[in-house]
């Protein structure tokens, strides 16, 4: 997360207001209100400090031996960089107003996350050749180089990675959009994009079903609160549209974000688990490791998939504390492959678990893990979303969780009462982890009718169609927000 007001590395979007209606409602000028009191806010703040500087300058320094004219060259940086910040907050400002009554055309912007590879990758693979046929174009938003280069392969819609790239030819089809895929907080390096879609109607993707308390339950106190997380917090709705895997979950995600709709159409990167992946499919997968394990499955071993998600305090170190080597070794004498997916947050403490593991194999960080997933045959991880996702090859899930008190304690709280019976069994030390996979039982069949309960409350759709219902659901929008029966 990073400050509002600061060219930040990520920017999160200003809340979105949708058009279609020659006649603005309460809700949606209130939402107007707001964001715009919010900003204002925000440039008042960054008038102050700018203001509080140039006071600094101008006031009488005491009696010294000489000035420091080192000093005074950081107190002009510091000064010059407050104005630019103004200015930025400004511009934003009155883009926020224009792309809320700029004309919208019949175009879609999906917007990257840090990685190619979850809700966003797949409904813009599967919404491509729809546009084609409607007459729609869909722009990608990068957020990486990588992304910028994968879209630009295939001869897609793509905005530039840097802003400063930006033609006015790109500046008006951000203006035009008539809506906005995320599945995440939209966060994006170019300062002004958030700004330039504050206009679009939203539809939110979100980035798996969680057991954590995110969104607007994930708070912190007053004292800890600062701009940059109260500004995350803002990003929490409203949408037009929130996408669920189920009906029934509905009430769930209204405790975490803000919307207009519920959509329980099932998440497009799911299809992929359903169906043999397709070139476009394997676009920032490790290949690598997909074909390893394909083979290995191929000949009879079983393949293992270590996925948990990261921590916020002792972050990585965690892992190197779990007992993890223990694990790879006996799984390494078995004939089984071990591959293990480090949270993109812990990444870089890879150089150092594989010397503890040799014989495991590493996803390479910020790849599409899901084409892999489908080539595993027991999945581990602890309270990441993707226990939910693998109930859909309805496999062995083992819970792992060596520092539950201590994750509940000073990481996250749990929302675990969703989990009135767990998909597998759960160990708390790798020993115990390690007794379960001995187990004759390790192919799970004891816990099979509890997945398929557990399948059946959390998914309305097991068809591997999701991305073709967004199609229509994105359509739906594009009608509403120009106004068409």
Request: hydrophobic share 40%; glycine share 4%; aromatic share 8%.
């Amino acid at each position: 997360m990073h400050a509002q007001l600061q060219p930040p590395d990520v920017v999160i979007s200003e809340r979105p207001v949708h058009p279609g209606s020659d006649t603005l409602t309460m809700p949606g000028l209130l939402t107007r209100i707001e964001a715009t009191e919010a900003l204002g806010d925000q440039i008042s703040q960054a008038i102050d400090q700018l203001v509080d500087a140039v006071l600094n300058l101008q006031q009488p320094a005491a009696p010294a031996p000489a000035a420091d004219p080192n000093a005074l060259v950081a107190l002009e940086r510091r000064m010059l960089a407050l104005e630019q910040q103004v200015n930025l907050a400004q511009a934003c400002q009155e883009l926020t107003r224009t792309a809320q009554f700029h004309p919208k055309e019949r175009s879609v912007v999906f917007v990257g996350t840090t990685y190619f590879g979850c809700n966003v990758k797949y409904a813009w693979l599967a919404f491509r050749e729809r546009a084609r046929q409607e007459g729609i174009t869909a722009w990608f938003l990068p957020q990486t180089q990588q992304q910028e280069q994968a879209i630009t392969s295939l001869g897609e819609a793509c905005f530039p990675l840097n802003h400063n790239d930006w033609s006015t030819a790109h500046v008006h089809a951000a203006l035009s959009a008539a809506v906005v895929v995320t599945c995440d907080h939209l966060l994006n390096p170019n300062p002004y994009a958030a700004a330039l879609l504050a206009g679009a109607r939203h539809v939110q993707l979100w980035h798996g079903i969680s057991i954590k308390e995110i969104g607007l339950r994930n708070l912190a106190p007053l004292r800890q609160m600062s701009a940059r997380f109260a500004r995350v917090l803002s990003t929490c709705g409203p949408f037009t549209r929130l996408v669920g895997t189920s009906a029934a979950q509905e009430v769930e995600w209204r405790r975490w974000f803000g919307f207009e709709q519920y959509a329980p159409i099932g998440y497009p990167r799911n299809d992929v688990l359903l169906r043999d992946p397709d070139a476009a499919d394997l676009l920032n997968v490790d290949v690598e490791i997909y074909q390893l394990a394909r083979q290995t499955r191929a000949a009879g071993q079983r393949v293992v998939l270590y996925a948990p998600t990261f921590r916020d305090a002792r972050r990585g170190t965690w892992l190197l504390e779990s007992g993890l080597e223990q694990l790879a070794q006996s799984l390494a004498r078995r004939g089984d492959l071990l591959i293990v997916n480090v949270h993109p947050v812990e990444s870089p403490l890879i150089p150092q678990l594989a010397i503890a593991m040799p014989s495991a194999r590493f996803v390479t960080p910020r790849t599409d893990l899901y084409p892999v997933m489908r080539e595993t045959s027991l999945l581990i991880t602890d309270y990441s979303s993707v226990m939910f996702d693998y109930l859909l090859l309805d496999r062995p899930i083992v819970l792992f969780r060596p520092d539950h008190q201590d994750y509940i304690t000073r990481s996250r709280q749990l929302f675990d009462a969703k989990l009135d019976e767990h998909p597998g069994p759960m160990a708390t030390s790798v020993q115990a982890l390690l007794d379960v996979l001995r187990q004759p039982d390790a192919q799970g069949r004891t816990y099979a009718p509890t997945r398929a309960a557990m399948r059946q409350r959390l998914f309305d759709h097991t068809d591997g169609r999701a991305g073709e219902r967004l199609g229509q659901l994105l359509l739906e929008e594009l009608d509403s927000a120009l106004c068409q029966p």
